[in-house]
């Protein structure tokens, strides 16, 4: 069928909304209508680096409605309100013991350009393009397999819930699921963006006492306030180590870093009191870590968390409830665009205008 979709031609070039090709679903896929799709950090390094390859139809926090099953599809039915997620085999020993953020085959999957069969779905005049991350958001419309879509509940806005398949289960799931800070337990968030928005409000719904914002745009640190943050610190203008030990009478038992900077990954161990556990979700170059003075010499975990190791067609769910609850207010992250708009939605993303960026489609 044809669809529009915003097509990434080479390295570093701006998207081009085409017509192009979508093949029918196959055993165990759906046709969905993306109704809307998120901006991810990830769609702008797979863009500007080419992690996948290219030419490619980008986007990964889609949310849509269920139009067409292939065969062989048992959990969902056509009408359905879907928010698509990462794509996983379901197989291997990593998905069967729930942890499918680190499948065997994770970066074939969601970066290698094709589809769990590891077949194209998209081309354009003859030529094939990538799929990235199992559905390729940045179109009218996506085949997904069923591993990677999320029924959601139809009393919620579905524009809003796209970014809950990356960008917001990762920050809520690296605090939920990967850190479960104790109730009255401290932590500090570094980056105060839309992954790092997300872990504060779930370090309020765990009942940590003190939660720590630390970024370098008080805009930002005004919100995080307002989302749970018991201290907001601006990188820029205080000594952040010092700062926290003081707040905490000695360093919080637990951090988050989304910056992927290296100076603030080794404030964030420095800030950790003994015993302390620090996850890093950002993607971090190369850099030294002085690893007797950071961890060892005081007990210290530094972990790497993918997708806030979630089982989305679990822990998504749970998050609509919260939000549902009035616990779990997403809906102040977003700033909304039309399709058409979508490189403007990356600049202002780039720039601090928008937070999380979400694509609306006609």
Do not use: W
């Not at 990830?42 to 490619?56: E, F, H, K, Q």
């Not at 010092?242 to 964030?268: H, L």
């Amino acid at each position: 069928m044809k669809i529009k979709a915003a097509v990434t031609h080479g390295k570093g070039q701006v998207f081009r909304i085409e017509e192009v090709e979508l093949a029918e679903p196959k055993m165990n896929e759906v046709l969905v209508k993306i109704v809307a799709t998120g901006v991810c950090h990830t769609d702008a390094v797979a863009r500007d680096a080419a992690i996948a390859p290219l030419p490619a139809v980008l986007g990964h926090e889609g949310a849509g409605i269920i139009e067409r099953l292939g065969q062989g599809v048992t959990t969902l039915e056509e009408g359905d309100h879907v928010v698509l997620s990462f794509a996983h085999c379901g197989h291997c020993q990593n998905c069967l013991t729930g942890h499918p953020t680190v499948c065997e085959t994770f970066n074939d999957l969601n970066f290698g350009g094709v589809a769990n069969d590891f077949s194209h779905r998209l081309s354009h005049n003859g030529q094939e393009l990538s799929t990235f991350f199992g559905q390729s958001s940045f179109g009218t419309y996506a085949v997904v397999h069923e591993r990677n879509v999320v029924k959601v509940d139809k009393d919620v806005d579905l524009t809003l819930l796209g970014p809950l398949g990356c960008g917001i289960q990762t920050g809520a799931g690296t605090v939920l699921n990967s850190l479960q800070p104790e109730f009255s337990s401290t932590i500090a968030i570094y980056g105060a963006g839309a992954v790092g928005l997300s872990a504060i409000m779930a370090a309020k719904i765990t009942g940590c006492k003190q939660i720590i914002a630390v970024d370098i745009h008080e805009s930002r640190l005004e919100l995080a306030k307002e989302l749970g943050a018991t201290h907001a610190l601006n990188g820029s203008q205080v000594d952040v180590v010092k700062e926290i030990k003081a707040i905490t009478n000695g360093g919080t038992n637990y951090a988050v870093d989304t910056t992927g900077v290296p100076p603030v990954v080794r404030q964030c161990l420095q800030a950790l009191r003994p015993l302390g556990k620090a996850a890093i979700v950002g993607v971090t170059p190369e850099m030294n870590i002085d690893v007797h003075n950071d961890i060892m010499a005081e007990g210290k975990t530094m972990m790497g968390v993918i997708e806030g190791d979630a089982v989305p067609r679990v822990f998504i769910p749970q998050l609509v409830e919260y939000y549902k609850a009035g616990r779990f207010p997403i809906d102040k992250l977003v700033k909304y665009y039309e399709f058409e708009q979508i490189n403007e939605a990356f600049e202002d993303s780039k720039k601090g205008v928008a937070i999380k960026p979400i694509l609306r489609f006609n």
